[in-house]
């Protein structure tokens, strides 16, 4: 199972709390280069589908392919290796460090080099720290924030910090990133960027699912968009093919 053109391959999902079904047989077939908008009211299962995804949540029932891998038993540290990044809805950088140090700290695609670290000869040591700062300041500068790299990440808005937190993840080369509400509590120009800069890398090859409250941003950018509620999928087109659906014009796009 999993096709060649399929990023995420999600057959059957399915997560119990007590006696709630938060996400109940969810199936679905992420694209390869696409940029799927994920959409639904409060409570519909949007981010503990993204917790499955990521392996942070163990699902009850089904299975999750990522690039054509079974990686329904991985954990997340290797879900993330083999090239699943994700944000946070709230995201929680290291505020008294430098912002630079922040990235430099996320987990890299080599993640294995990393770890034997300490017990290279001090050049090696050295040679990679060179090379994991260059990386990270490349990562800063696409992300627009280089000129900030020496400040305190705790000094930063709310919409830089999200920025930070794509560079985070872009330390990865991840081929699929699932974003929790980009432009939640981020202001007109920066989600501006952030969405270019996400379209930039979409261009690039990588593949987006973004859970987003902000429908004329899902319309705009988005496709195809995928409605949750109740922890079901209960539409799944394009922008135009959701603007003209009685359910999600009543549930979310009426007024
Ligand atoms: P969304 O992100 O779409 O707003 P969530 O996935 O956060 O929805 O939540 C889906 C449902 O599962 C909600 O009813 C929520 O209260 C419940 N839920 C989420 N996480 C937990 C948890 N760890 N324990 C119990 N219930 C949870
Ligand atoms: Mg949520």
Redesign the pocket.
């Known amino acids: 199972r999993g096709s060649v053109a399929e990023a995420l391959g999600i057959v059957g999902l399915t997560r119990r709390?007590g006696a709630?079904r938060?996400v109940d047989g969810v199936d679905l077939s992420v694209e390869r280069g696409t940029m799927t908008g994920l959409i639904?009211p409060?409570?519909?299962?949007?981010?503990?589908l993204f917790n499955l995804l990521t392996g942070t949540l163990r699902p009850d029932a089904g299975t999750v392919t990522l690039m054509g891998q079974d990686v329904t038993r991985m954990r997340p540290e290797a879900r993330f290796a083999a090239g699943l990044g994700r944000t946070f809805q709230i995201p929680r950088p290291f505020a008294r460090m430098s912002v630079l140090d922040n990235v430099m700290t996320a987990p890299t695609a080599q993640l294995g080099e990393r770890l034997w670290g300490p017990f290279l000869r001090p050049r090696a040591v050295a040679a990679q720290e060179a090379r994991l700062r260059a990386r990270a300041m490349e990562v800063l500068d696409f992300v627009t924030l280089a000129p900030l790299a020496q400040h305190p990440a705790g000094k930063l808005s709310g919409g830089q910090t999200k920025l930070l937190e794509l560079a985070r993840v872009l330390m990865g080369e991840p081929s699929v990133i699932l974003l929790d509400e980009p432009a939640a509590g981020v202001n007109p120009a920066l989600t501006e960027l952030l969405i270019g800069k996400i379209e930039e890398l979409n261009r690039g090859g990588t593949t987006f699912v973004i859970i987003e409250h902000d429908m004329d941003l899902v319309m705009r950018h988005c496709a195809p968009i995928v409605a949750?509620a109740e922890g079901r999928v209960v539409f799944q087109g394009s922008a135009a093919e959701a603007q003209s659906n009685q359910v999600l014009i009543d549930a979310y796009l009426g007024g």
């Open positions: 709390f709630l938060a639904g409060n409570g519909a299962g949007k981010s503990t949750l």
